[in-house]
């Protein structure tokens, strides 16, 4: 079965850091990129990263810059973000998403059309 998995979330005060896993399963990651988005309840959904598979690029949207990083193991088939610093407002459900029914699939953003389940992570004292 194709899938992503999200993995890694908790509770963590605000200040402290996590590191998300998304791992495919029945498919290899190394040929796409991954995307990080966010939804805070009542809240839109949000993109936070993006690593491409052709050159390893990065992106970040403004709110996470310097603070979290995205990062690929094509060995384990698996990509991570890496969140330090964190704050109350990164509060939410996290996600990974790839493009995995278009060919254009490898440079960020790409048409992300697959998602995993999400992995809850709270920021709070």
């Known amino acids: 079965q194709v899938q992503l998995v999200e993995s890694g979330g908790g509770l963590v005060q605000p200040g402290g850091s996590l590191r998300l896993s998304c791992a495919a399963s029945?498919?290899?990651?190394?040929?796409?990129?991954i995307g990080w988005f966010r939804q805070a309840p009542g809240n839109q959904r949000e993109g936070v990263s993006c690593?491409?598979?052709?050159?390893?690029?990065?992106y970040y949207s403004d709110s996470v810059k310097g603070r979290f990083t995205t990062s690929r193991d094509n060995a384990k088939n698996t990509v991570y973000l890496q969140m330090n610093s964190l704050k109350p407002e990164d509060t939410a459900v996290y996600y990974c998403?790839?493009?995995?029914?278009?060919?254009?699939?490898?440079?960020?953003?790409?048409?992300?059309?697959?998602w995993g389940q999400g992995t809850r992570v709270t920021v709070s004292s």
């Open positions: 029945g498919f290899s990651l190394d040929a796409y990129a």
């Open positions: 998403a790839a493009a995995l029914k278009t060919p254009y699939r490898g440079v960020c953003p790409p048409p992300y059309d697959s």
């Open positions: 690593i491409s598979s052709t050159d390893g690029g990065t």
